[in-house]
Every structure is written in structure tokens, then in C-alpha cells.
């Protein structure tokens, strides 16, 4: 797919090498050399060299420069990329010239995409008047503000629009929309993002897309095949250890156990943290499972603790597994008394009440069922964002049916999650797990009715009421929900937790 913009493209000699340098569009001021690296701006018909751009690196995305598709009708042509670093993760934003001339950005963040089109806007606050969480207006539209924290450019690539300092911290604000109206076969609820490395910042609007939506062609086909993975001896113990996907900030040794940070890269000294008492997951990782009509791969699992702020002494358990998909990225499989859930990060913010007991999001409304604090407690295996234990943030959970909603918020971010109660048998046979079926059983069946069930009786309730009560109390003497999927109270738990899913540095989309 061609793209014949009307403006007439630019080629000149790079200052640094003498490789010929092209723009074709007129919006853009700035380039990378492909040979050289070198940082190139246009001064009318001249190049001047300012400097030297760090090497890629290689993220393994299916994108890569000159590949094209389709947004709102318009074909499009990647011709830039911009590699950001912040505190738990890293993003990519690829330069659009679109049919039009005009330029747009396809933000690219852990196998989540938003297209944004920079637009105008009034005067803008500071960004530390941003407080995560808080509801602001922008050119009069109501957003949530979803994250706010420094980044940095750490690499580039192509002809771009706009060129950070490299290196230089600055800070960048996410808002999502609080709109109520179903817009999933738009892509979801808008995104605004603030990026405050000129000034005035600019303001970027746009929507969540699929890569499948956008008809692209042109892409790294043999991306994810030519992933040999890096290799590394675990830091504590000496064994020797795989990263098997490219954007993993966080990873455990097999061997000890440790968590090992890798957010800095594996050539120097590698930070790491002892666990106790290992947690076995039922669903071994590196397991593929067919699930909603995909192939996952349990790459991550993690245990986590949960505390209801009325009563500090109670303590819940329960776990959830990260599951890839090259060209889906991540969601979460949450394994809970109550209960399995298959949970994705949400583009667009809900709705909440005034007084947080309801929230609304593409046209349903949610009732909430719990309020709570999540610890992350133990982990395994590999993490897009930087995972340690201790992390702590504030959850709330809300359920419409089997349709699940639930958000977690920290000090800089704050992520909505929805997905929807599956029956154990369906994790089962997705993972082809026959012979714990029993094991993965949970609570699945359907409440007794007087009309369906003859033992229907007063006293027959009141019997099996004590049985359940002496079976609760002997299993919380000895179950710990620091390891297990259980309360440490003798009172069952009907929430929290059950709808889990952190996403941890995808705050950027």
C-alpha cells in the first residue's frame, strides 16, 4: 500500500556519513540516521547534525519502519519510532504520515496499541497539578487521570515530528475518558496524553486499537521466530537463566528462587531479592492454553495477599497467571476460592458514583463488591514491569453478573481491568489439565433453590451450615493466605481478589 502524500519529499546527505537522509513529510523537523545514528534536524533544504542517537533496542515488536495500514479511513506509513523508559517499563510510539500529510503516533506499550492525533488545546496546567486518581476537564471533556510520572527518550529511529532530549527526564500525563457510551467498535474509550517535553506540552488524542483492525502490512513477520532469548547466571545462586521475551523488567530464578531485576539490562550487576517459602502454581509456566479463541503462554505468576482496611487482622490469598500472545500482548488468568476470572487492562475509565459503590463502563453498570489493599507476596517467572515483592496498592472490585471490573491504584498510576467469570472446567481443557481437575475445581455450581433440591429443609441448612463452619475453622488453623488461596479468618470469603490483574507499567496506554 502506497502512499502518495502531496507534499514533495525530501532527501539530503547526512552531515555525519554521507547516507542519503529522507523526509517525506513536511511536519518533520528531525532524523536518524539509519547508518550512522547520527541526529539530524532540517533547517530548510540543509541538514545539520546535533548529535548521535543511542542504538534500538530490540523490543521484537511485529512493527518496524515503512510498514503500512489503515486508520479512520486513512492509509498510513510508519516512518519514525521513539523508544520512552520509565520507572516500571518502557513504550514505543511509531510516527504515522498519513494520505493527508498530517502526522499521528501508533503507541505501542506490552502488545497494547493507541492511535493519537496531536491537537490543540487551552492552557494547560503543570503537571504535578495532576493527581492520579482525581477527575479533570480538558477543552471542557471530563477525564481520569490514569498516570503521571518522568520519562526519557532512550533511542530513536526515522523521520520524526518531534525529537526529546535524549536522556533528559521529563514528565508525561495519561487521562482516559470518562465516557459511558459502548464504544468497542471504535476501539474503546478515549485517551489523552500530555507530554510535557515542550512547551507548551503537547496534547495527543486518540482511541485503542488492534493491530488486526488497522489491515497493516509490511510487518516483522519473523520477529517473534528469530527470538533466541539472553542468557544470564542468576546473581545469587550462579544458574544459569533464560529471558525469553524481550520487554521482561522482572524475573525469578528457577533454582533459588530470587527476584532479579532486570530493568537496567543483564551486562552489569544484577539486583535481587530472596524468597521464602515457594508457591507452586497448578498451571506450570511456559504452559500454552487456547483461550476466548487464542493460544496463551503462561509466562509470569504471581501470589498476592489481600487485607480488608476495616479489619487489618483479616488476610485473603489468591494468584494470578500473565499470559502472552504475540500479537494480543497480556492478560490475566486470577485463580481465587471464589472462583477463576480471565481479566484484561481497560483502556477507557469508568464511571464511578459519588460514593464508589457503583461503576459504569461501556454502557454497564457494575455494583461494588469489595474494597480492599493487594501485596504482592511471592513470584515466578517473567514480567513486563518491574515486580517486587511488598508492592502494595488500593483495590476495588465491582461484578455485573460474571462481567468483572476492578481497578488498583498506586502512587503514579492507576489501572482499570475488566473481564469476565469463567467455569474451572473451561481452564481445564484450555491447559489440558485433566488430571487436576479436581484441584482446579472451585465454585462453580449454581446456589440451591427450594424447588429444585428435596433436602431443602430448615434443619438441614443448620447442619450443614455447622459442618462448613467446623471444616472452616480446622482449615484456616492451618491454611496461610500468604502462600494459599484462602482467608485467615473462619467467616468465607465472597470477594476480593478474584478479579486481580495488574498491569504495572502498561500505564502508558
Known amino acids: 500500500m502506497a502512499i502518495n502524500a502531496p507534499q514533495r519529499a525530501y532527501r539530503a546527505p547526512c552531515p555525519g556519513c554521507g547516507a542519503p537522509v529522507e523526509f517525506k513529510s513536511a511536519q518533520s523537523t528531525h532524523a536518524v540516521c539509519a547508518y550512522c545514528q547520527s541526529t539530524v534536524v532540517r533547517n530548510g533544504d540543509t541538514l545539520q547534525r546535533i548529535g548521535k542517537m543511542a542504538e534500538l533496542f530490540d523490543d521484537h515488536s511485529p512493527l518496524q519502519l515503512q510498514a503500512t495500514g489503515t486508520w479512520q479511513g486513512q492509509a498510513f506509513t510508519l516512518v519514525g519510532r521513539l523508544q520512552y523508559k520509565f520507572g516500571e517499563g518502557t513504550w514505543t510510539e511509531w510516527h504515522a504520515l498519513l494520505t493527508d500529510g498530517s502526522s499521528a503516533f501508533l503507541s505501542e506499550d506490552n502488545g497494547a496499541y493507541v492511535f493519537t492525533a496531536t491537537q490543540p488545546a487551552r492552557e494547560l496546567p503543570e503537571a504535578e497539578r495532576f493527581r492520579v486518581g482525581a477527575t479533570t476537564a480538558i477543552n471542557g471533556q471530563p477525564f481520569v487521570v490514569a498516570s503521571n510520572q518522568p520519562v526519557a527518550l532512550i533511542s530513536a529511529q ?22 459511558a457510551e459502548a464504544k ?49 547466571a542468576c546473581p545469587n545462586c550462579g544458574a544459569s537463566l533464560t529471558v525469553q521475551l524481550a520487554t521482561s523488567k522482572t524475573i525469578t530464578c528457577g533454582s533459588c528462587n530470587s527476584i532479579i531485576d532486570l530493568s537496567q539490562g543483564i551486562g552489569g550487576e544484577l539486583q535481587h531479592a530472596s524468597q521464602d517459602e515457594p508457591v507452586k502454581p497448578l498451571i506450570a509456566l511456559g504452559s500454552t492454553g487456547q483461550l476466548q479463541g487464542v493460544a496463551w503462554q503462561v509466562v509470569g505468576f504471581q501470589h498476592r495477599l489481600g487485607t480488608d482496611p476495616a479489619d487489618p487482622d483479616e488476610h485473603f490469598g489468591w494468584e494470578e497467571y500473565l499470559l502472552f500472545n504475540a500479537s494480543r500482548g497480556f492478560i490475566f488468568l486470577v485463580d481465587s476460592t471464589e472462583g477463576w476470572s480471565i481479566v484484561k487492562p481497560a483502556t477507557g475509565a469508568p464511571v464511578v458514583s459519588a460514593n464508589d459503590q457503583s461503576a459504569t463502563y461501556l454502557g454497564t453498570r457494575y455494583a461494588l463488591k469489595e474494597s480492599y489493599t493487594a501485596q504482592t507476596s511471592y513470584v515466578l517467572g517473567e ?64 446456589p440451591f433453590t427450594a424447588a429444585s433440591n428435596p433436602f431443602f429443609r430448615p434443619w438441614v441448612i443448620l447442619f450443614i451450615v455447622f459442618v462448613l463452619l467446623v471444616l472452616v475453622f480446622s482449615r484456616c488453623s492451618a491454611c496461610d493466605p500468604a502462600v494459599e488461596n484462602c482467608s485467615n479468618t473462619g467467616v468465607p470469603r465472597t470477594s476480593g481478589g478474584s478479579f486481580g490483574g495488574y498491569s504495572g507499567g502498561g500505564g502508558h496506554k
Not at 517535553?197 to 486499537?209: C, E, F, I, K, Y
Open 158 to 179: 526515522g523521520e520524526l515530528p518531534r525529537l526529546p532530549e535524549l536522556g533528559a527526564l521529563h514528565a508525561v500525563v495519561e487521562l482516559r475518558s470518562q465516557s
Open 383 to 446: 514480567f513486563y514491569w518491574q515486580v517486587s515483592r511488598g508492592q502494595t496498592t488500593t483495590n476495588r472490585d465491582y461484578a455485573s453478573g460474571k462481567s468483572l471490573l476492578s481497578m488498583e491504584q498506586s502512587a503514579q498510576e492507576l489501572t482499570w481491568s475488566v473481564g469476565s467469570a469463567v467455569d474451572s472446567d473451561v481452564i481445564v481443557k484450555a491447559f489440558k489439565l485433566q488430571d487436576q481437575k479436581d484441584l482446579l475445581k472451585r465454585s462453580d455450581v449454581g
Open 184 to 232: 468497542a467498535g471504535e476501539g474503546g474509550a478515549e485517551v489523552l496524553s500530555l507530554d510535557y517535553s515542550t512547551q507548551p506540552p503537547t496534547l495527543s488524542r486518540g482511541q485503542a486499537v488492534r493491530l488486526e483492525d488497522l489491515k497493516l502490512s509490511g510487518l516483522r513477520d519473523e520477529s517473534v521466530k528469530d527470538e533466541k532469548g539472553r542468557q544470564f
